[in-house]
């Protein structure tokens, strides 16, 4: 996972779960770490694994139109091929950040913990007499209609 990348949105997970990143990372390994913690961390890791791709094509860009750079190295292939890389990356971004986005709504409280849920097995108290008859050949069966 991307835990020493930042990401975004770590600020509103700070906020949200009330502890740094780094620590929800070392919550999300223990036994009794919440599904929705470790989805929340996975999709961060992605989210800031796409952010750092976003930076690097930006960068690399920025260095490419640098205007003390010779214009003879210029390549309209490899800015193009730059733009349909960063288009997928900053679509990637935005998906995660809406998904992360949603998760944080929908999940249950961080306070809540998931109890277990208790059934309670309904036992028959009616004792049957054991001189009951037994049913008659037919007994509830549905009668035919007649027209």
Do not use: C, I
Not at 91 to 113: C, F, H, K, W
Not at 116 to 123: D, E, I, S, W
Request: glycine content about 4%; hydrophobic content about 40%.
């Amino acid at each position: 996972m991307s835990r020493d990348r930042a990401s975004t949105m770590d600020d509103e997970l700070q906020e949200v779960f009330g502890a740094p990143v780094s620590e929800l990372y070392e919550a999300a390994v223990g036994h009794d770490a919440s599904a929705a913690l470790t989805r929340v961390l996975e999709l961060r890791s992605f989210l800031a694994l796409t952010e750092e791709q976003v930076a690097r094509v930006r960068d690399r860009v920025h260095a490419d139109m640098d205007p003390n750079r010779d214009m003879g190295e210029l390549s309209a292939d490899q800015l193009r091929f730059d733009a349909q890389w960063l288009e997928a990356a900053l679509e990637a971004r935005d998906g995660y950040r809406a998904a992360l986005g949603e998760l944080l709504r929908t999940m249950p409280p961080p306070a809540q913990q998931a109890r277990p849920v208790r059934t309670t097995q309904l036992k028959t108290t009616a004792a049957v007499p054991s001189s009951a008859a037994p049913a008659p050949p037919g007994a509830g069966a549905a009668r035919a209609r007649r027209p």
